[in-house]
Protein backbone atom coordinates (compact mmCIF):
# COMPACT_ATOMS: atom_id res chain seq x y z
CA UNK A 1 0.00 0.00 0.00
CA UNK A 2 1.20 3.55 -0.69
CA UNK A 3 2.19 4.97 2.49
CA UNK A 4 3.78 8.32 3.94
CA UNK A 5 4.46 8.27 7.57
CA UNK A 6 5.70 11.48 9.31
CA UNK A 7 6.17 9.76 12.73
CA UNK A 8 6.55 13.55 14.50
CA UNK A 9 3.31 15.30 15.39
CA UNK A 10 5.34 17.70 17.03
CA UNK A 11 8.90 19.02 16.79
CA UNK A 12 10.09 21.92 18.95
CA UNK A 13 13.40 23.48 18.86
CA UNK A 14 15.24 26.69 19.48
CA UNK A 15 16.68 29.73 16.97
CA UNK A 16 19.68 28.19 15.64
CA UNK A 17 19.14 24.56 16.66
CA UNK A 18 19.75 21.74 13.68
CA UNK A 19 16.50 20.56 12.83
CA UNK A 20 14.95 17.21 11.25
CA UNK A 21 11.58 16.47 9.87
CA UNK A 22 11.29 12.85 9.61
CA UNK A 23 9.55 11.04 6.51
CA UNK A 24 9.19 7.39 5.89
CA UNK A 25 7.17 6.16 2.55
CA UNK A 26 6.21 2.89 1.38
CA UNK A 27 4.98 2.70 -2.30
CA UNK A 28 5.46 -0.19 -5.04
CA UNK A 29 6.58 1.99 -7.94
CA UNK A 30 9.07 4.82 -8.59
CA UNK A 31 7.95 7.97 -6.62
CA UNK A 32 8.97 11.42 -6.28
CA UNK A 33 9.31 13.18 -3.06
CA UNK A 34 7.79 16.41 -1.71
CA UNK A 35 7.64 18.54 0.86
CA UNK A 36 5.06 20.75 1.05
CA UNK A 37 4.88 23.88 3.66
CA UNK A 38 1.75 25.55 5.16
CA UNK A 39 2.72 28.59 7.25
CA UNK A 40 0.22 30.27 9.70
CA UNK A 41 -2.70 31.37 7.67
CA UNK A 42 -1.13 31.05 4.25
CA UNK A 43 -1.59 28.38 1.61
CA UNK A 44 -0.28 25.30 1.46
CA UNK A 45 3.04 25.48 -0.73
CA UNK A 46 5.43 23.42 -2.09
CA UNK A 47 9.05 23.88 -0.23
CA UNK A 48 11.67 20.91 -1.94
CA UNK A 49 11.38 18.42 -4.07
CA UNK A 50 13.93 15.42 -4.49
CA UNK A 51 14.74 15.72 -8.47
CA UNK A 52 15.26 19.06 -8.08
CA UNK A 53 18.30 18.26 -5.49
CA UNK A 54 18.20 22.04 -4.44
CA UNK A 55 18.69 23.84 -0.41
CA UNK A 56 15.46 26.01 -0.34
CA UNK A 57 15.29 28.63 2.51
CA UNK A 58 18.50 26.66 4.32
CA UNK A 59 16.36 23.27 4.23
CA UNK A 60 17.20 20.14 2.16
CA UNK A 61 16.25 16.21 2.06
CA UNK A 62 17.90 13.40 0.49
CA UNK A 63 15.91 10.48 -1.09
CA UNK A 64 17.15 7.18 0.94
CA UNK A 65 15.83 4.69 -1.63
CA UNK A 66 17.34 1.95 1.04
CA UNK A 67 15.56 2.98 3.65
CA UNK A 68 12.95 4.64 2.10
CA UNK A 69 13.15 7.98 3.39
CA UNK A 70 13.15 11.73 2.78
CA UNK A 71 13.82 13.37 5.82
CA UNK A 72 14.06 16.85 5.65
CA UNK A 73 17.04 19.03 7.50
CA UNK A 74 18.22 22.34 7.87
CA UNK A 75 21.23 23.38 9.93
CA UNK A 76 20.21 26.41 12.00
CA UNK A 77 16.17 27.09 12.36
CA UNK A 78 14.87 30.07 12.33
CA UNK A 79 11.66 31.78 14.23
CA UNK A 80 10.24 31.92 10.82
CA UNK A 81 10.61 28.03 10.11
CA UNK A 82 7.91 27.55 12.29
CA UNK A 83 5.01 26.03 10.33
CA UNK A 84 3.34 22.54 9.63
CA UNK A 85 5.64 20.60 7.16
CA UNK A 86 4.06 17.80 5.64
CA UNK A 87 5.89 14.79 3.24
CA UNK A 88 4.15 13.65 0.29
CA UNK A 89 4.92 11.64 -3.11
CA UNK A 90 3.24 10.87 -6.40
CA UNK A 91 4.13 8.86 -8.94
CA UNK A 92 7.15 9.54 -10.69
CA UNK A 93 6.17 10.48 -14.59
CA UNK A 94 2.92 10.21 -14.82
CA UNK A 95 0.21 10.25 -12.40
CA UNK A 96 -0.25 13.11 -10.15
CA UNK A 97 -2.16 12.64 -7.06
CA UNK A 98 -0.36 13.09 -4.53
CA UNK A 99 -0.07 11.44 -0.69
CA UNK A 100 0.56 13.36 1.94
CA UNK A 101 1.70 12.42 5.43
CA UNK A 102 -0.25 13.50 8.49
CA UNK A 103 2.27 16.36 8.85
CA UNK A 104 5.08 17.60 11.45
CA UNK A 105 4.35 20.88 13.19
CA UNK A 106 7.67 22.72 13.57
CA UNK A 107 8.19 25.04 16.42
CA UNK A 108 11.57 27.40 16.68
CA UNK A 109 11.19 29.51 19.61
CA UNK A 110 13.87 31.97 20.54
CA UNK B 1 -1.26 36.23 -11.05
CA UNK B 2 -4.35 35.06 -9.42
CA UNK B 3 -3.65 32.03 -7.76
CA UNK B 4 -6.72 29.20 -6.71
CA UNK B 5 -9.42 30.68 -5.25
CA UNK B 6 -12.27 28.67 -3.51
CA UNK B 7 -15.88 29.56 -1.92
CA UNK B 8 -16.63 30.04 0.27
CA UNK B 9 -13.62 30.37 2.97
CA UNK B 10 -16.48 28.96 5.66
CA UNK B 11 -19.60 26.85 5.50
CA UNK B 12 -21.56 26.01 8.61
CA UNK B 13 -24.19 23.38 7.69
CA UNK B 14 -26.75 20.94 9.71
CA UNK B 15 -26.39 17.42 9.23
CA UNK B 16 -28.56 16.10 6.43
CA UNK B 17 -28.02 18.98 4.08
CA UNK B 18 -26.22 18.90 0.71
CA UNK B 19 -23.30 21.09 -0.02
CA UNK B 20 -21.57 22.86 -2.62
CA UNK B 21 -17.74 24.27 -2.90
CA UNK B 22 -16.30 25.79 -5.68
CA UNK B 23 -12.97 26.04 -7.05
CA UNK B 24 -11.18 28.43 -9.55
CA UNK B 25 -8.16 26.69 -10.92
CA UNK B 26 -5.17 29.14 -12.34
CA UNK B 27 -5.89 29.83 -16.03
CA UNK B 28 -4.24 27.61 -18.32
CA UNK B 29 -4.05 25.08 -15.96
CA UNK B 30 -5.12 21.75 -17.31
CA UNK B 31 -5.37 19.74 -14.16
CA UNK B 32 -7.14 20.46 -11.07
CA UNK B 33 -7.23 18.32 -7.64
CA UNK B 34 -9.16 18.00 -4.72
CA UNK B 35 -8.78 17.13 -1.65
CA UNK B 36 -9.41 17.16 2.29
CA UNK B 37 -7.87 17.56 5.55
CA UNK B 38 -9.88 16.50 8.97
CA UNK B 39 -8.80 17.46 12.25
CA UNK B 40 -5.61 15.85 12.95
CA UNK B 41 -5.35 14.08 9.48
CA UNK B 42 -3.10 14.92 6.92
CA UNK B 43 -4.31 15.67 3.57
CA UNK B 44 -6.43 12.81 1.86
CA UNK B 45 -7.00 12.91 -2.11
CA UNK B 46 -10.41 12.86 -3.20
CA UNK B 47 -10.63 13.63 -6.69
CA UNK B 48 -8.58 14.50 -10.15
CA UNK B 49 -9.71 15.99 -13.28
CA UNK B 50 -6.84 16.08 -16.30
CA UNK B 51 -8.11 18.16 -19.34
CA UNK B 52 -10.79 15.97 -21.34
CA UNK B 53 -10.33 13.11 -19.42
CA UNK B 54 -12.49 10.98 -17.46
CA UNK B 55 -11.55 11.99 -13.71
CA UNK B 56 -9.76 9.88 -11.39
CA UNK B 57 -12.38 9.69 -8.20
CA UNK B 58 -10.84 6.97 -6.41
CA UNK B 59 -10.04 8.82 -3.09
CA UNK B 60 -13.76 9.76 -3.05
CA UNK B 61 -15.10 8.40 0.52
CA UNK B 62 -18.65 7.39 -0.20
CA UNK B 63 -21.45 7.79 -3.23
CA UNK B 64 -22.55 11.13 -1.03
CA UNK B 65 -19.59 12.95 -3.02
CA UNK B 66 -19.54 14.19 -6.39
CA UNK B 67 -17.47 16.86 -8.16
CA UNK B 68 -17.27 18.00 -12.08
CA UNK B 69 -15.45 20.42 -13.75
CA UNK B 70 -17.12 22.68 -16.23
CA UNK B 71 -15.05 24.00 -19.58
CA UNK B 72 -12.37 22.75 -18.41
CA UNK B 73 -11.91 25.58 -15.57
CA UNK B 74 -14.22 25.71 -12.79
CA UNK B 75 -14.67 22.82 -10.36
CA UNK B 76 -17.31 22.07 -7.66
CA UNK B 77 -17.40 19.54 -5.47
CA UNK B 78 -20.53 18.64 -3.97
CA UNK B 79 -21.39 16.46 -0.89
CA UNK B 80 -25.07 14.88 -0.54
CA UNK B 81 -26.59 14.48 2.77
CA UNK B 82 -23.98 15.64 4.92
CA UNK B 83 -22.59 14.00 7.61
CA UNK B 84 -20.69 15.23 10.68
CA UNK B 85 -17.30 13.05 9.53
CA UNK B 86 -17.62 15.48 6.59
CA UNK B 87 -16.45 18.34 8.29
CA UNK B 88 -13.05 19.75 7.29
CA UNK B 89 -11.17 22.04 5.64
CA UNK B 90 -11.75 21.29 1.60
CA UNK B 91 -8.29 22.08 -0.79
CA UNK B 92 -8.11 22.38 -4.09
CA UNK B 93 -5.20 22.46 -6.00
CA UNK B 94 -4.84 22.74 -9.87
CA UNK B 95 -0.93 22.63 -12.03
CA UNK B 96 -0.22 23.21 -15.66
CA UNK B 97 -0.27 19.83 -17.76
CA UNK B 98 -1.12 16.67 -15.17
CA UNK B 99 -0.41 13.48 -16.14
CA UNK B 100 1.74 12.00 -19.13
CA UNK B 101 4.94 14.16 -18.71
CA UNK B 102 8.60 12.70 -16.74
CA UNK B 103 7.83 14.47 -13.84
CA UNK B 104 4.98 15.32 -11.49
CA UNK B 105 3.85 19.36 -11.80
CA UNK B 106 3.94 21.04 -9.19
CA UNK B 107 0.59 21.59 -7.61
CA UNK B 108 -0.71 24.98 -6.50
CA UNK B 109 -3.26 25.09 -3.96
CA UNK B 110 -5.87 27.46 -2.92
CA UNK B 111 -6.53 28.67 0.85
CA UNK B 112 -9.50 25.71 1.00
CA UNK B 113 -13.05 25.93 2.32
CA UNK B 114 -13.75 24.77 5.93
CA UNK B 115 -16.77 22.67 6.48
CA UNK B 116 -18.32 22.22 9.22
CA UNK B 117 -21.28 19.83 9.64
CA UNK B 118 -23.37 20.61 12.82
Known amino acids: AQRVTQPEKLLSVFKGAPVELKCNYSYSGSPELFWYVQYSRQRLQLLLRHISRESIKGFTADLNKGETSFHLKKPFAQEEDSAMYYCALSEAGGYNKLIFGAGTRLAVHP | GAGVSQSPSNKVTEKGKDVELRCDPISGHTALYWYRQSLGQGLEFLIY????????KSGLPSDRFSAERTGGSVSTLTIQRTQQEDSAVYLC????????????????FGPGTRLTVL
Open chain 2, 49 to 56: FQGNSAPD
Open chain 2, 93 to 108: ASSLRGSGVTSTDTQY
